[in-house]
T-cell receptor
Framework: DTAVSQTPKYLVTQMGNDKSIKCEQNLGHDTMYWYKQDSKKFLKIMFSYNNKELIINETVPNRFSPKSPDKAHLNLHINSLELGDSAVYFC???????????FGSGTRLTVV | GQQLNQSPQSMFIQEGEDVSMNCTSSSIFNTWLWYKQDPGEGPVLLIALYKAGELTSNGRLTAQFGITRKDSFLNISASIPSDVGIYFCAGHTGNQFYFGTGTSLTVIP
């Protein structure tokens, strides 16, 4: 029973393509997040949703669009992929407040 | 965003040695967390700290919430090979956690 599951685990695609990453959590958490981890392993928040509402939207190119159909799902769609988008993308979830996040196992995106 | 600096950036130690790492910020946080990331996996929560001065243990791991609320420390005693990974601190303020720059730990058998 995976708590936070992301698909796919690996994604290799050409520049200019559009791709999506899906995330689901079965923890009953209210808040979900997308983080980007670069080659230096730095974790940077991209988006946060609470009960399907966007609450954090960091400076991210508008080619990235999150979608939360319900509070258990938060998908990330990326248009017109660029080489610099290559990274590991992590989905996470938490209860409201300063409680720790539960992370998925990541999606390694490689743009060629 | 907030900047959390971890040191050291990387460590190479012999199995059995103790490890100390820390996380500092110019901002005050009301919660500190420590995570470990294994290769190819997402970060996993190790310890959560909610009060300034709090000292919390989880097996061989001990973490402290700094009195100034601007720092936190993690110690690992008697390291073993499976301790290998990247350790991240995270501080909570406002409506999110901010993550540190990470400490990469290598344990030599």
């Amino acid at each position: 029973d995976t708590a936070v599951s992301q698909t796919p685990k690996y994604l290799v695609t050409q520049m200019g393509n559009d791709k999506s990453i899906k995330c689901e959590q079965n923890l009953g958490h209210d808040t979900m997040y997308w983080y980007k981890q670069d080659s230096k392993k730095f974790l940077k928040i991209m988006f946060s949703y609470n009960n399907k509402e966007l609450i954090i939207n960091e400076t991210v190119p508008n080619r990235f669009s999150p979608k939360s159909p319900d509070k258990a799902h938060l998908n990330l769609h990326i248009n017109s992929l660029e080489l610099g988008d290559s990274a590991v993308y992590f989905c996470a979830s938490s209860r409201v407040g300063g409680y720790g996040y539960t992370f998925g196992s990541g999606t390694r995106l490689t743009v060629v | 965003g907030q900047q959390l600096n971890q040191s050291p950036q990387s460590m190479f130690i012999q199995e059995g040695e103790d490890v100390s790492m820390n996380c500092t910020s110019s901002s005050i946080f009301n919660t500190w967390l420590w995570y470990k990331q294994d290769p190819g996996e997402g970060p996993v929560l190790l310890i959560a700290l909610y009060k300034a001065g709090e000292l919390t243990s989880n097996g061989r791991l001990t973490a402290q919430f700094g009195i100034t609320r601007k720092d936190s420390f993690l110690n690992i005693s008697a390291s073993i090979p499976s301790d290998v990974g990247i350790y991240f601190c995270a501080g909570h303020t406002g409506n999110q956690f901010y993550f540190g720059t990470g400490t990469s730990l290598t344990v030599i058998p």
